[in-house]
């Protein structure tokens, strides 16, 4: 039996990553389940332009226009994707920002000797004759991947390499970042740009800030610059910064550097600060004040830490921007709060002085919890709080899960077949314009269509030309009906909601499902609602932004 009915080709990828000009890349596959790395004494290797598809191999170092190449088991992989072999940028001719086709076959053992010592790199590789006298001994070429070397490249922080110190003062609390390509001596413009970034800050061994990974806007003017808002409040010191990066052509590497933290860059600007549980609406106000001499132009930032973190990681929460004005009042409500977890909130004032933008941090020292009543859907500044009735039925984690039985065994067998795990439960409640008192949903001028609208209702229901009649919050089919209608857009607008309570804590819900049942027993003036509440992404201050519930 001829040896191609036994030796299979590798199992290679349609691409692999890219490579900086001038180093080597690895080209990684698998053998098939058939062979063994036994079975195989090398690799044929051809590679040509995909363009031209014409070969590019060096034909002194390779007249026939094929290189053998030994197979290499990386051990660091525990998949069967574990073999390579190494492309040397002397192997041929090769531009950055062009890809190449590479075809792999193997040479299966009981192949003639080779007339030449293939694996030395300074042998020229003239194997013609070999190759046409041992064909029964080769597999079929592998499908075509795709290589690709990039120009070298490095990442700056604040404008400096990581290779230089970089500061920031205590309270700057971002980092903005820029990947540049060079040839060596300049920077250049090249069709690689940054796809993925993490950024990571430590004190020792201990990590302080891990961002996870973030991808880049491809949208904007520079794909390569990128932001992160730190949120852990440094103290003054020196850390281990690291940067992990990935480019559009999976070229990937990481990069130390030093980061010193100094203290506040500017001064107190006159804020004062202060935040109160309001327990009745499931909310806390912060209150910002300044009354100074002097006018302020910038803006402050209302930041917020939990016990979750040990009050270590400080989120933006809110920002104002403040335009030449010397007396500044103004309140902001936090309607985001998980019931029985602890809060501190802390101001940060942020101006430009001298041309150069200074920050200044201050804390409310003061710690604060709410433990709360109702239930509540929220979007932004609107609060829809179920303080009737509200009920969960019942508590739900979905997970995707098929059961298999088979002849082999009496028990099946439980596999779950993807990452599936989001809540799922049934809420209700009752509908009543009177769950709205402190009109955080809607307020009733703006139901009536302005205050001469809903004044001249008063005036109506305070009396009639024939007899006397008026409405109270008992009777005011009325307003129960417009404030109804309004619930009821809200609950089927198909936005995510914030919902809250003091049993189930905070979740990011879509609801579905939603019905509504007249109550007979008040002549139908009040209405229940039922839903499912879906959660449809993670519990984050991040997540609270994307999905409108700060603005």
Not at 121 to 143: H, K
Request: with cysteine; net charge negative; charged share 25%.
């Amino acid at each position: 039996m001829s040896a191609t009915l036994n030796i299979y080709p590798p199992v290679i990828d349609t691409y692999m990553p890219a490579q900086i000009t001038g180093e080597s890349l690895r080209v990684y596959f698998s053998i098939s389940d058939y062979n063994d790395i036994d079975d195989i004494i090398n690799a044929q290797v051809t590679i040509s332009d995909q363009e031209s598809n014409l070969s590019v191999l060096d034909r002194t170092k390779y007249p026939s226009q094929i290189m053998l190449k030994a197979i290499t088991e990386d051990t660091s992989i525990q998949n069967d994707n574990k073999y390579y072999i190494t492309i040397e940028a002397t192997d041929g001719t090769f531009d950055i920002d062009k890809f190449y086709k590479v075809q792999i076959r193997f040479t299966a053992e009981g192949a003639g000797t080779i007339p030449i010592d293939w694996e030395d790199p300074t042998v020229p590789q003239a194997i013609d004759s070999w190759l046409a006298a041992n064909l029964d001994f080769f597999s079929e070429w592998s499908r075509v991947t795709l290589i690709k070397w990039i120009a070298e490249n490095y990442i700056t922080i604040e404008g400096k390499e990581l290779s230089e110190t970089i500061s920031i003062s205590k309270s700057q609390l971002e980092l903005t970042g820029v990947l540049k390509f060079t040839d060596g001596t300049s920077d250049i413009s090249t069709k690689e740009y940054l796809n993925s970034y993490r950024i990571e800050i430590k004190s020792g061994n201990t990590t302080l800030v891990d961002s996870g990974l973030l991808y880049t806007d491809k949208q904007s003017n520079n794909p390569n610059e990128f932001w992160y808002k730190l949120k852990y409040i440094l103290d003054a010191g020196s850390y281990t910064l690291t940067v992990s990066y990935q480019t559009n052509s999976l070229y990937e590497t990481s990069v130390n550097g030093t980061l010193t933290i100094t203290g506040d860059s500017g001064v107190d600007q006159g804020f004062t600060f202060s935040a109160k549980e309001n327990q009745e609406e499931g909310q806390i106000t912060t209150r910002i004040s300044r009354s100074a001499q002097t006018a302020f132009t910038g803006k402050v930032i209302i930041k917020r830490s939990s016990d979750d973190t040990n009050f270590t990681i400080w989120e933006d929460m809110h920002t104002i921007s403040i335009n030449a004005q010397t007396s500044v009042t103004y309140d902001w409500i936090d309607n985001t709060v998980e019931s029985g977890r602890l809060y501190k909130y802390a101001l940060l004032e942020s101006y430009t002085s001298s041309g150069t933008e200074k920050t200044y941090l201050k804390e409310y020292n003061k710690i604060l919890m709410l433990v709360l009543e109702d239930m509540y859907l929220t979007i932004a500044n609107k609060q829809l709080k179920i303080e009737f009735n509200p009920q969960v039925s019942s508590f739900k984690q979905v997970v995707n899960e098929g059961k298999v039985e088979t002849i082999g065994s009496p028990y099946p067998y439980i596999r779950r077949n993807a990452a599936i795990n989001y809540a799922q439960f049934p809420i209700s409640g009752l509908i009543s314009c009177q769950m709205d008192e402190n009109e955080n949903f809607i307020s009733k001028e703006d139901l009536y269509g302005g205050r001469d609208n809903l004044r001249k209702y008063e005036q109506f229901n305070s009396y009639s030309v024939n007899e006397p009649f008026e409405t109270t919050t008992n009777n005011d089919f009325v307003y129960e009906k417009k404030f109804r209608d309004e619930v009821i857009k809200y609950l089927m607008d198909g936005k995510t909601k914030l919902f809250r309570s003091p049993t189930e804590g905070n979740y990011l819900v879509r609801l579905t499902d939603v019905s509504f049942s007249p109550n007979q027993q008040l002549g139908r003036m009040i209405w229940t609602f039922s839903a499912t509440a879906n959660e449809i992404a993670a519990n984050t201050v991040d997540n609270y932004y994307k999905y409108k519930i700060l603005e």
